[in-house]
């Protein structure tokens, strides 16, 4: 509310000279200080120790090593007697029914409390429960996509090897093909030399051919026909030698 009301007139001062500038100046500070940036302490869950109901421990234990156990107790005894005495306090209708309310509160709160805080608690438990079972969902999500995202980096460090393998494929068929290229250029070659070399042997036997045939052919022309029958009559005589001879070693 203090904040609401110093906000409102800093910017009805906004425009009116030095003193509106300077509250403007002044609540600026106060809203943006380092203390209001000061992260909030968490609510306790259970509330603090009281007596009586309403009283807190914490004044008995303040009042304790001066006054003793009946100091607070003999400090709003005083208290009342003194507001009363001066009248500063006056007993009407309204204390009545501000002690009959705060009877009947005292007693609903005493009868009914333990029931509607177990249910409060009930409900907050099971609002706990909800946001738990929301956070294991999350975080087994975020597990699950931080596998996920290792198994990529170690897709990523393996592509590195895939890239060599792939290389390493590469220079293997570069070198296949260089080396079928070299062994059809060595078959080819290999072809021509034999066709030369067939080509030279087939000139060198039509050559031995056709010297044979012409000495043949000489030959026979040389020949005479009496020689050809002084020939014949030898052949004939040295079979018929051959006979009697093949005769004689058979007897």
Known sequence: ?????????????????????????ASHSLHTSSQSLAP??????KGGKVRHGIIPDELFQLLYPKTGVTGPYMLGTGLLVYLLSKEIYVINHETLSAASIGAVMIYA??????????FADKLNEE?????????????VSLAQAIEEEKKEQWRAE???MLFDAKRNNVAMLLETNFRERIHMVTNEVKKRLDYQIAVQNLHRQMEQEHMVNWVEKSVIGSITPLQEKESIAKCISDL?????????ATV
């Open 109 to 118: 709160i005493k009868k009914f409390g333990p029931s509607v805080a177990a």
């Open 1 to 25: 509310m203090l904040s609401r009301t110093v906000f409102v007139s800093a910017n009805a001062l906004k425009s009116k000279g030095p003193l509106g500038a300077g509250l403007v100046q």
């Open 40 to 45: 909030v302490p968490p609510l306790p869950e």
């Open 158 to 160: 393996g592509r590195s």
């Open 127 to 139: 609002k706990v429960a909800k946001a738990q079972e929301v956070k294991d969902v999350a975080l």
């Open 240 to 248: 018929k030698a051959l006979a009697r001879a093949k005769a004689t």
